[in-house]
């Protein structure tokens, strides 16, 4: 069975930093575009950041430039986020995504995790 499981999201006050990881199991994922979506209550679910199959091409939504960094480590099949100067608008549920390049909207993801909240008080 193919699966996506994050970790590391929890509560992090304004300014802080939170890393998250994604361990994919069931099959590689070596191929495949990885990347980071988010969806607060009540807003639709958005692109946050991609990484390339390969690392070599990354690209963020403009809300998270300067402030968070993909990577991905094929050997492990696991992909990373780390987020820095957190703010309480960064507070959603953070999924995990694996599909096509460029992976920048739902419709290219072919696997997601089951998500891990991130909550940042002010």
């Known amino acids: 069975q193919v699966q996506l499981v994050e970790s590391g999201g929890g509560l992090v006050q304004a300014g802080g930093s939170l890393r998250l990881s994604c361990a994919a199991s069931?099959?590689?994922?070596?191929?495949?575009?990885r990347g980071w979506f988010r969806q607060a209550p009540g807003k639709e679910r958005e692109f946050v950041a991609r990484?390339?199959?390969?690392?070599?091409?990354?690209y963020y939504a403009d809300s998270m430039k300067g402030r968070v960094t993909i990577s991905r480590d094929n050997a492990k099949n696991t992909v990373y986020l780390q987020m820095s100067s957190l703010k309480p608008e960064d507070t959603a549920l953070y999924y995990c995504?694996?599909?096509?390049?460029?992976?920048?909207?739902?419709?290219?993801?072919?696997?997601w995790g089951q998500g891990t909240q991130v909550t940042v008080s002010s």
């Open positions: 069931g099959r590689t994922f070596s191929s495949y575009a």
């Open positions: 995504a694996a599909g096509t390049y460029p992976l920048t909207t739902t419709p290219l993801v072919a696997y």
């Open positions: 990484i390339s199959w390969n690392g070599a091409s990354t």
